[in-house]
T-cell receptor, first 116, second 116 residues
C-alpha cells in the first residue's frame, strides 16, 4: 500500500513553455501533498504544501505565480511550471501524507524536468 | 545552524560490516522522526519511523534521544544493496491554525557505499 505516482517521469521542453506535473495517491486519500525540488547533489527542498480544497502554501522564495498548484481531489495534486527557463531544470518530487502512523509521507517517483 | 544535520560521509564499508549514522535536529518541538533512503536519481523511500523507545526492523535499528535532539540509525551485516544515501527527516507536527500535519525537513543525507 501507500503508492504515489507521478506523471510524466521526465520532460524536455523549450524555454518559455509551461509544464504540468501530476501527483496521485493510488491507494489512500491524501488531504495534504507536498512538492519538492532537488538539484544535483543536494537534498530535497520543500517548495509548497498542497491542501485539498484550499490554496497552496508556498515556502519563502518560491514564486506562487510561477509554480501553480492545484489540489482538486483527495488523490490528485498538480504542479504547473509556467514559462519555464533553464534554471527551472530540476528533479521535482511530490509526496502524499497518510494520516496515520506518525503521518508518514510517501513519495512519487519524481519528474525530471529539462528546459532547453 | 541547519535544522537537521547529518555527517555527509561518504561511508565506505565492506559487506558484513556494522555502520552507524548520526543526526541532530534543532527544533525541540519536533514530533516525528524518520529515516529515508534515496538511491541515485530516484525518489526517497521510507526506511523506518523512529520511536522514542527505539525500534528495530531486521538489520536496522533506530534510536531517538529527545533530550539531546539526536537520532541514530544502525545497520548490521551490511549488504551491497544497502548502498544509498540515507536521509534523516524530521516532522515538526501540526501547525497552529493550519491544515497541514507538518512539513518534513531533510538532512543533507549520508552516502553509504558497501563494497565486496
Amino acid at each position: 500500500g501507500a503508492v504515489v505516482s507521478q506523471h510524466p517521469s521526465w520532460v524536455i521542453c523549450k524555454s518559455g513553455t509551461s509544464v504540468k506535473i501530476e501527483c496521485r495517491s493510488l491507494d489512500f486519500q491524501a488531504t495534504t501533498m507536498f512538492w519538492y525540488r532537488q538539484f544535483p547533489k543536494q537534498s530535497l527542498m520543500l517548495m509548497a504544501t498542497s491542501n485539498e480544497g484550499s490554496k497552496a502554501t508556498y515556502e519563502q522564495g518560491v514564486e506562487k505565480d510561477k509554480f501553480l498548484i492545484n489540489h482538486a481531489s483527495l488523490t490528485l495534486s498538480t504542479l504547473t511550471v509556467t514559462s519555464a527557463h533553464p534554471e527551472d531544470s530540476s528533479f521535482y518530487i511530490c509526496s502524499a501524507q497518510r494520516l496515520a502512523h506518525h503521518n508518514e509521507q510517501f513519495f512519487g517517483p519524481g519528474t525530471r524536468l529539462t528546459v532547453l | 545552524r541547519k535544522e537537521v544535520e547529518q555527517d555527509p560521509g561518504p561511508f565506505n564499508v565492506p559487506e558484513g560490516a556494522t555502520v552507524a549514522f548520526n543526526c541532530t535536529y534543532s527544533n525541540s518541538a519536533s514530533q516525528s522522526f524518520f529515516w529515508y533512503r534515496q538511491d541515485c536519481r530516484k525518489e526517497p523511500k521510507l526506511l523506518m519511523s523512529v520511536y522514542s523507545s527505539g525500534n528495530e526492523d531486521g538489520r536496522f535499528t533506530a534510536q531517538l534521544n529527545r533530550a539531546s535532539q539526536y537520532i541514530s540509525l544502525l545497520i548490521r551485516d551490511s549488504k551491497l544493496s544497502d548502498s544509498a544515501t540515507y536521509l534523516c527527516v524530521v516532522n515538526k507536527g501540526a501547525e497552529a491554525g493550519g491544515t497541514s500535519y507538518g512539513k518534513l525537513t531533510f538532512g543533507q543525507g549520508t552516502i553509504l557505499t558497501v563494497h565486496p
